[in-house]
């Protein structure tokens, strides 16, 4: 039975209990949004620069217990140690480009018949930001981190599974210097805590991470008061794969078993063209036998578990035993374990190929030429990323100019940069975060006339 009022967060390798929270209602939503609109007025108030030095304190401070995250995430989270350390250093190098971005956010000047245009880019006041499980202190970095170097204050509601590695940044920022009540994390359930940040009259934006379902409830919401969000929801992302590719690197298995799957930028459609088909799948299976699954505190593992019981529900829900597949191994229970695996008699319409699954599974699908690769891609309603590999250069760019998708990698399986925008076309979201824009996204234009006539004579 879950209890309203408390949050059990679960190491997702063992199912023993790590912590035990408290639970936000709608009330201490409201009472941490007062507070957060005094924390804005005088962050707001305080010069780029000092805002930028406070923000890279704050960077030297995660810096400095980027071990003690980690470890929280493998516990909360079941990342394996080595990518728990990469997330961690991801939401310091955040701070210091968005400390960067603090001195440099400019408005303009435009000139007109009698006077001078001049645009100031206002923060927006309070940001509330929803974060998923799957990369708890990443998604949690990226929403706030660039909202505060632009002069809001956050309110941020991680997921209810993964609330120890926000509350810890929470804690560094106090540490660092950064106004109290500026950057609070309240933990919490989606339906009340979430809700109540959204619906919020005094919250100016929300940034959401999430399932495409609750996405759009978060949109409607929204919309009542006008309000803007970003949406970040997931994909199906293709691997297109020429023949004249270099396979081995094209076929690489943590393309789509990074974080077990649990990635919105996975690879899970591995498209193949035709003449090296069965070249591929000897490789693949031979490739998923290789893969390390087991504890993620292990330096040697390269898979974890997957998040909680009901993710893995969902996951075998995808995965009939006789389906004909390619399969690795994984351990036995306690804990959320799934092997990797290729499904390769799915249907390219069927709902292992469309929709996210979200665990270490991918599907094999053939293709004739660019056309076929092309409309094979785009056959999902998302749209966030995707990899092509082939080494003819003008095949390349015309197919990364087909493919409907925010974020596409040419031989190579890269998706995510601290200094590039990323977001989805399609129902995989709205918006952009990161990248050179990623502090006007937290901003709104005011145009100010300035009349050099005089006062009439
Ligand atoms: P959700 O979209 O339900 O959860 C994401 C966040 O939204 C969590 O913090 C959640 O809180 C919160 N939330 C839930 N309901 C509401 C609401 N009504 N109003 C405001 N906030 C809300 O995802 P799930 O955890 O249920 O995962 C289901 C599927 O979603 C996954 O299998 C995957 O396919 C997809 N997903 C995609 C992600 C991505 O990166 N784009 C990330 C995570 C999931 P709480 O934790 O209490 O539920």
């Known amino acids: 039975m879950t209890d309203p009022h408390e949050l059990r967060v679960l190491n997702p390798a063992t199912e ?15 009472a941490a949004v007062v507070r957060a609109v005094r924390a804005q007025r005088t962050w707001a108030a305080v010069a780029p620069a000092d805002r930028a030095r406070l923000l890279r304190r704050f960077a030297d401070a995660v810096d400095a217990h980027t071990e003690e995250l980690a470890q929280l995430e493998v516990r909360e989270a079941g990342h394996t140690v080595g990518n728990a350390r990469w997330e961690a250093g991801n939401a310091r190098d955040l701070l210091l480009y968005a400390a960067g971005g603090a001195e ?13 245009n001049v645009t100031f880019q206002e923060p927006l006041g309070v940001i509330g930001v929803i974060a998923p499980w799957n990369f708890p202190m ?12 632009a002069g809001n204050a956050v309110v941020l509601k991680p997921a209810e599974t993964t609330p120890l590695t926000a ?22 359930y989606g339906a009340t805590a979430g809700r109540a940040l959204v619906d919020h009259p005094d919250v100016a934006k929300i940034v959401f991470t999430g399932s495409t379902r609750t ?3 978060v949109m409607e919401r929204c919309a009542r008061l006008v309000k803007p969000v970003t949406l970040e929801l997931g994909g199906k992302s293709p691997n297109i794969v020429f023949a004249d590719a270099d396979l081995e690197a094209a076929l690489d298995p943590f393309s789509f078993l990074d974080n077990s799957g649990q990635d919105c930028c996975a690879r899970t459609r591995i498209l193949v063209q035709e003449p090296v088909f069965e070249q591929a799948r000897d490789f693949l299976a031979d490739a998923l036998a290789a893969v390390v699954v087991g504890d993620p505190a292990d330096e040697k593992t390269r898979m974890g578990p997957l998040i909680s ?11 009939p035993e006789d389906a004909p597949a390619l399969r690795g191994t994984a ?20 709902p292992a190929a469309t929709e996210e699954i979200f665990g270490p599974v991918a599907v094999l699908l053939p293709f004739t030429d660019e056309q076929d690769a092309v409309r094979l891609a785009d056959d999902t309603p998302y749209g966030l990323s995707g990899s092509i590999w082939t080494r003819d250069v003008g095949r390349a760019l015309r197919v990364s100019q087909a493919v409907r998708a925010g974020n596409l990698s040419v031989n190579s399986h890269s998706s995510v940069r601290y200094w590039t925008p990323f977001g989805g076309y399609k129902q995989s979201g709205l918006g952009r975060e990161l990248g050179p824009d990623a502090l006007t996204a937290f901003t709104q234009t005011k145009n100010v006339f300035i009349s050099t006539e005089g006062p009439a004579q």
């Not at 440099?104 to 007109?112: E, M």
């Not at 990443?138 to 929403?143: F, L, R, V």
């Not at 306690?334 to 008699?345: A, E, I, K, N, Y």
């Open 331 to 350: 351990p036995d229970g306690p804990g959320f374990w799934f092997p990797p695996t290729v499904l390769t008699g799915e249907r390219p319409d069927g």
């Open 215 to 217: 996405g759009r409830e």
């Open 309 to 319: 019981r009901q993710q893995l529900d969902r996951v075998r829900s995808y995965v």
């Open 167 to 188: 509350l810890r940044l929470a804690e560094l920022a106090l540490d660092a210097g950064l106004p109290e009540h500026l950057f609070q994390v309240l933990p919490g």
């Open 16 to 30: 023993e209990v790590v912590a035990t929270v408290p639970a936000a209602s709608e009330e201490d939503v409201a």
């Open 104 to 116: 440099r956010l400019l408005g303009s000047q435009i000139p007109a018949p009698g006077g001078w």
């Open 138 to 149: 990443p998604i949690a970095a990226w929403g706030s981190f660039p909202a505060l170097a």
